[in-house]
């Protein structure tokens, strides 16, 4: 290697300071490749996985859309409708109009994000609750206004398995 006091060796000749640089080159390479195998390098952190990712409904195979379309559904039962304006907010036929399913896609999205990522933050939390949830439900209960017939009191959380089954079934045999 070079000393630092005094430069290169040969500084005389450019060919034996570009050797001995190439030398000093390899023999770091050699090093680094050696801390990066054995992975005694210092602060090697984990890395994160990526935040959930949202769905592409449009180019999406019918199938993994039927999928797709349980996994929202059991979300909505189980997490979801413990929130009595979501009840209100979002109609049984939900299933059917494929502009609230891309909004509850996004909800489920970002609740993902904040709750069940491992580089969530209370942020993310606070983010969900204040801004997306109720933006979302807000424009979900406008679209589906005109499918209401009735007001849907608050009370124990609805179960919408048997429609999604139906349009399940329907996706399936596309």
């Not at 005109?146 to 399936?172: F, K």
Request: net charge negative; glycine share 4%.
């Amino acid at each position: 290697m070079t000393d630092p006091n005094t430069g290169p060796a040969h500084a005389d000749d450019p060919t034996d300071t570009i050797a001995a640089l190439a030398a000093d080159l390899e023999h770091l390479s050699h090093i680094v490749t050696s801390l990066t195998t054995t992975g005694t390098a210092k602060n090697t952190a984990p890395q994160l996985q990526p935040p959930p990712r949202p769905w592409c409904w449009p180019k999406m195979p019918h199938a993994r859309k039927a999928d797709r379309l349980g996994e929202l559904g059991d979300w909505l039962t189980q997490v979801l409708f413990g929130w009595p304006t979501a009840q209100r907010a979002i109609q049984p036929c939900w299933p059917r109009h494929w502009d609230v399913i891309e909004e509850i896609s996004m909800l489920y999205c970002t609740w993902k994000t904040a709750y069940l990522w491992e580089g969530a933050t209370a942020g993310d939390a606070a983010e969900h609750l204040d801004r997306w949830l109720p933006n979302a439900l807000e424009r979900i209960e406008i679209r589906l206004r005109p499918c209401s017939q009735n007001h849907q009191p608050d009370g124990p959380r609805r179960d919408d398995t048997a429609i999604i089954a139906a349009v399940q079934d329907e996706l399936r045999w596309l």
